[in-house]
Every structure is written in structure tokens, then in C-alpha cells.
């Protein structure tokens, strides 16, 4: 070392630190701030985003359509469309609080038309009502009867995950996949309608409900399936503005 030249020393107690030691402090704490930045902005972009899916929790509405008992509880509401075009329909699924189906809430009900009130919870074009208990009675109305026909657009081999359709369309987020499993199965096993959440030929998601090829519920024999990758073949169908897959749930199979 020179004569001239001093090493600089710095003991913690004192005010302030010599000059060279505090430059390169600052530069080592700079530096660090700009590399946790960095890993929090990859960490946030590499993260799945959450779907858009709603729960509108405390926001209870009044809903007016006519009943529908099977194969799951759903509500048809004509929607306003343009004068000499056909009728179109919105169908809301009905649920109870929790994980329970609305059977027998609207037991007696079916091809009533009523109002009811309740919560919405929707995906997409997809919509469900958690009603409120004791919230449905029947109206006297001088509408016509709805025509509803039900297109048939054949059989597809569909590849997907099924899941309980209530946390999927709102309740949860995330409301899929295997850590959901476990929650899914409750809900299909208390009356929630199961829902086949697939892909079509243009790599769009489309949300199918699951029926037996009679058109009876099936909640009891997919829940084998649930949140794991399942290979179903049947017949679609369109009713409204929602799609059903109708088969047997023994045909269903698992896939890697």
C-alpha cells in the first residue's frame, strides 16, 4: 500500500459510512431492487390469468321464466329480439346454497313460468342462479307457451375435463383441475349439474352438460371422472343457447 493511501474502515455504531464503502452499498442495493423487479414481473406474467367468471355475491335479483324440472333445474327467460325474427332464450341453471342442486326447490314447478330471486353466477355465455330459499312462486301470465325445439347436431368424440358446474362458472376461481377435485365431487354429489368443459375443431373452449343418452342426470356415475382428462363420445345437442352432450356414462374414458 502507498504511504498516501488509506483503506477506508467502517464500524456499524457510526453516523455515517466513509464515502467509498457507502457508493458501493448503494450501487449493491440498487442493483438487488432492479433483480426483484425483474422476478416479479416474470413470476406475474408466467401465472395462469383467472377466467372470467363472476359470483355476484350480495347482488340478489328477481328473475322471471318458466321452469324447467329435467334433466337438471333451469329457468328460460325469453330474451327482447328484433319484431318477425324467432324467439330467443337464455337459460339459467338453477342451484341451492351450497353445494346443493335445486330439485327439490322446484319440485311441482316444471313448465310453470314463476319468479324467483337469487344470485347470479355466470362464464361466458354460460349462466346459473343460486336461489334464494322459499323465493319461487308461479305467476299468472297470458303469454304464449315457449317453442323451444332442440337441434340435434350429431355424434362427436369430445376430449375435456368435467366439472361441477357451479364453482367452474363463478363460485371458484381456479374451479377446475385436480387440487379442485375433492370440491367438485361434493358438489356434483349434492345435486350440482356436471359440465363437460372442452375444446371444439377451432381450439375454442365449449362448456357441454352431461345427461345420459336418456336425458337423465348422471351426477352419481361421472364422479369416477371428475377433474381428470375424459374422452366421451355421444350425441350434441343445442337447446336455446346451451349445449348438451348426451351418453352413457359407461362409454366414458379416461385419457393421458
Not at 347470479?120 to 322459499?134: F, K, N, Y
Amino acid at each position: 500500500m502507498e504511504p498516501n493511501e488509506r483503506e477506508e474502515f467502517y464500524v456499524g455504531y457510526l453516523p455515517r459510512a466513509p464515502q467509498g464503502i457507502a457508493a458501493y452499498v448503494r450501487k449493491v442495493v440498487i442493483a438487488l431492487v432492479i433483480i426483484a423487479i425483474a422476478i416479479a414481473a416474470l413470476l406475474v406474467t408466467g401465472q395462469h390469468r383467472f377466467a372470467a367468471s363472476f359470483f355476484e355475491f350480495g347482488n340478489v335479483r328477481e328473475f322471471e321464466g318458466v321452469v324447467d324440472e329435467y334433466p337438471y333445474p333451469v329457468l328460460v327467460a325469453q330474451k327482447n329480439g328484433q319484431a318477425g325474427t324467432l324467439p330467443v332464450f337464455s337459460y339459467y341453471a338453477l342451484v341451492a346454497e351450497g353445494k346443493h342442486g335445486a330439485e327439490q326447490m322446484v319440485e311441482g314447478f316444471d313448465g310453470k313460468r314463476v319468479k324467483l330471486r337469487g344470485t347470479l353466477i355466470h362464464r361466458d355465455d354460460t349462466a346459473m342462479i343460486e336461489v334464494v330459499p322459499d323465493s319461487i312462486r308461479m305467476i299468472k301470465t297470458n303469454a304464449r307457451a315457449m317453442n323451444r325445439p332442440v337441434e340435434n347436431l350429431g355424434a362427436h368424440t369430445l376430449v375435456g375435463e368435467i366439472v361441477d358446474s357451479k364453482c367452474y362458472l363463478g363460485v371458484m376461481n381456479p374451479g377446475h383441475t385436480k387440487p379442485h377435485r375433492e370440491c367438485a365431487s361434493l358438489c356434483i354429489r349434492g345435486g350440482i349439474p356436471p359440465l363437460l368443459v372442452a375444446r371444439d375443431a377451432e381450439g375454442v373452449t365449449v362448456s357441454l352438460w352431461l345427461v345420459s343418452e336418456r336425458r337423465q342426470p348422471v351426477n352419481r356415475e361421472v364422479l369416477d371422472f371428475v377433474a381428470e382428462p375424459v374422452e366421451i363420445t355421444g350425441q350434441v345437442s343445442r337447446n336455446g343457447d346451451q349445449l348438451f352432450l348426451l351418453a352413457d356414462p359407461k362409454t366414458y374414458r379416461r385419457v393421458r
